[in-house]
């Protein structure tokens, strides 16, 4: 086995116990990344320098006899809307190409401070707008197990990156499913916690009353061990919420279905035709191993959720987007187009420097909140999203979790969505940033075909209700297994990929 | 309801956002498209199938507000740093085209 195919646990242990060193680790991941980028774009910077200085720090404690933190020489691709010192944090976007931050994010300076290192930025859908990775202006992700299919959007580069080996964690930021619809597109796992559990410090904003920065791993141990880091409280953040955490090691080490109630949704049943066979066949399983875990099993009503989440979300998500990104004006920093008045300064450098999707996000935000667009839109999805987080709010009263596919489908051709797939594309993915709970994503098995597929299942909790989502997914895990290291394709694939 | 070219400049006025003629193109179809999507809850409420007499907006819950903090001025060490990255500072401060008249 190469050390690049440990579990981030496995890593830190060996490294702490001076079995092999961060530097060894970081070498066999960047090996990775070298034989994998040519086909799956993943990465937008690749930061080796810096993270062997890190590795070389955590390698001078251990011989020191100090302890660098439960993340020592723990590899960590950050999606590139997180701002690390020193390295770009472009989002994808021609407007910030060239910005380099003078700080760290907040969950970057925990996990540093945890013994973690940085080897690079991941690719991402353009301000973290997108489901398969093609609005980067730079190149398109490919996913590692068919890489004519994209890898999940928008934090698709990290999934990518994770599954094929090039770290075993990652960090994106899921605002309506960015994390965990990526992770299921790639077979391996992917958390979106509570709005308001770990702090958005130094995270480009894209839509703040739903994004949250989330973990991608390949065992549901790995995931605990980087939230209980990622989410200690923050100051800096005034919507983290402060206070003690669960201790969510403690819920990966002693999992168990017992006596939790499992939820299906009724409503999911109506919307069939959306739905490939093969979600519904990976949640038929997930319950399956549920039951036989001695849970059981019921199920919830969720009509508003189900019927006007996806307009809800379009028009929230968009009126926020519109307010985050008229930070972009040229003046303080990435892309400027000097003109003769301060107007054209802003609209040539918005025109030059937003992709296709920003513009149709900024331009439907500012419309939906425009005069009489006002009530007709967006209070209209306000007050929707008012009953859509009550609706869980009830179901939660007669279950622990609810479990749905993380996805309409398996990871689609690239080139193919638009319009009204692209909509329904989130479907699945949107009601828990809206109603601000927690959700994972797990692999559930693989399609059949001479290119199987990855197959997610979800599992969204009560609020601050991780522990319960690790708890599940590790007793799942126990008969499914951790996800597995990807293939990458044969090499001189670089044209076809890009 | 038919949004036209002329609507969308106007919107790409007031949002900032330089369009290319055939972006306007786009746009407005894209628009067209996705209004009434956008419109579905309104719509719902009128029709009587969704009921949203008296709910208020939503608000993201903050169950533990935290404090305020100590008001107090502090230097920041960014500044320059900051200036440096900008597209272009002069003495201190971030330079921006003029915006009034001289008399």
Redesign the interface.
């Known amino acids: 086995m190469q050390l690049y195919e440990l579990s981030a646990t496995e890593m830190a242990r060996g490294v702490r116990a001076g079995e092999f060193s961060a530097s060894e680790v970081l070498e066999s991941c960047l090996g990775r990344i070298e034989e994998g980028e040519g086909a799956l774009a993943a990465m937008i910077t690749v930061t080796a320098g810096k993270a062997r200085e890190e590795a070389a720090l955590v390698d001078g404690m251990v011989a020191r006899g100090e302890d660098p933190g439960p993340l020592a020489g723990v590899p960590i691709i950050l999606k590139d809307n997180i701002c690390m010192r020193g390295a770009p944090v472009t989002c994808a976007s021609k407007m910030l190409e060239n910005?380099?931050p003078?700080?760290d994010a907040a969950v970057v300076e925990m996990a540093a401070a945890s013994g973690a290192l940085f080897p690079g930025k991941a690719n991402m859908d353009e301000f973290a707008m997108g489901n398969s990775g093609e609005f980067s202006v730079f190149t398109h992700p490919s996913n590692p197990w068919d890489t004519d299919r994209a890898p999940g959007g928008s934090s698709g580069g990290c999934a990518a990156a994770v599954a094929a080996g090039y770290a075993p964690l990652a960090l994106g930021t899921d605002t309506g499913g960015s994390v965990r619809q990526p992770a299921s597109f790639c077979g391996i796992y992917g958390l979106k916690p509570t709005?308001?559990l770990a702090s958005r410090r130094g995270v480009v904003p894209l839509a703040p009353?739903m994004d949250q920065v989330g973990p991608f791993a390949r065992t549901a141990e790995d995931l605990a061990l980087i939230l209980s880091i990622i989410s200690a409280p923050d100051?800096g953040d005034?919507?983290?919420?402060?206070?003690q955490r669960p201790d969510y090691g403690a819920a990966v080490a002693t999992p168990s279905l017992k006596g939790k109630r499992v939820a299906a949704i009724r409503d999911l049943e109506g919307l069939s035709s959306l739905l490939d066979d093969a979600v519904l066949e990976g949640l038929s399983k997930f319950l399956d191993l549920c039951r036989g875990g001695g849970a059981e099993i019921v199920d919830v009503s969720l009509p508003?959720t189900v019927?006007?989440g996806?307009?809800?979300y379009?028009?929230l998500s968009r009126a926020e987007a519109?307010s985050s990104l008229a930070r972009y004006?040229?003046?303080?920093?990435?892309?400027?187009k000097?003109?003769?008045?301060?107007?054209?300064?802003?609209?040539?450098t918005?025109?030059?420097g937003?992709g296709?999707e920003s513009?149709?996000r900024?331009?439907?935000g500012?419309?939906?909140m425009?005069g009489a667009n006002f009530?007709?839109?967006y209070?209209?999805?306000?007050?929707?999203?008012?009953?859509i987080?009550r609706e869980f709010d009830e179901a939660f009263k007669g279950c622990d979790i609810i479990a749905l596919p993380t996805a309409p489908g398996p990871a689609f051709i690239k080139g193919t969505q638009g319009?009204e797939r692209m909509?329904m594309a989130n479907l699945l993915t949107l009601p828990p940033n809206?109603a601000?709970l927690p959700a994972l994503s797990m692999n559930m098995g693989f399609t059949g075909g001479d290119k199987p597929l990855p197959v997610g299942v979800q599992l969204i909790a009560s609020?601050w209700g991780e522990a319960e989502l690790l708890n599940a997914a590790a007793a799942v895990e126990k008969s499914v297994g951790g996800a597995t290291v990807a293939s990458l394709p044969a090499r001189g694939k670089e044209g076809e990929a890009r | 309801m038919t949004i036209t070219e002329q609507e969308?400049r106007a919107?790409?006025?007031?949002?900032?956002?330089?369009?290319t003629d055939g972006?306007v193109t786009?746009?407005t179809a894209?628009?067209n498209?996705?209004?009434p999507?956008?419109?579905?809850?309104?719509r719902?409420?009128r029709e009587g199938r969704?009921d949203?007499d008296g709910?208020?907006?939503?608000a993201?819950?903050?169950?533990?507000p935290?404090a305020p903090?100590e008001d107090r001025a502090v230097p920041s060490p960014?500044r320059d740093?900051?200036l440096a990255?900008?597209?272009?500072a002069r003495d201190g401060f971030?330079v921006?085209?003029r915006?009034l008249e001289e008399e």
């Open positions: 910005w380099v003078p700080y709005w308001g009353t100051g005034g919507t983290c919420r402060p206070g508003v019927e006007f996806p307009p809800c379009h028009v519109a004006d040229g003046v303080r920093y990435g892309l400027s000097r003109g003769e008045s301060l107007s054209e300064l802003y609209t040539l918005r025109g030059e937003f296709p513009k149709r900024v331009l439907m500012t419309w939906v425009s009530d007709e839109y209070t209209a999805a306000a007050k929707t999203r008012t009953l987080a319009g909509r809206l601000g609020r | 969308i919107l790409a006025e007031t949002a900032k956002v330089g369009l972006e786009a746009m894209y628009f498209d996705a209004v999507f956008c419109g579905a809850m309104a719902a409420a969704l949203l709910v208020p907006p939503y993201p819950a903050v169950e533990e935290p903090g960014l740093e900051l990255a900008a597209p272009e971030f921006v085209p915006i």
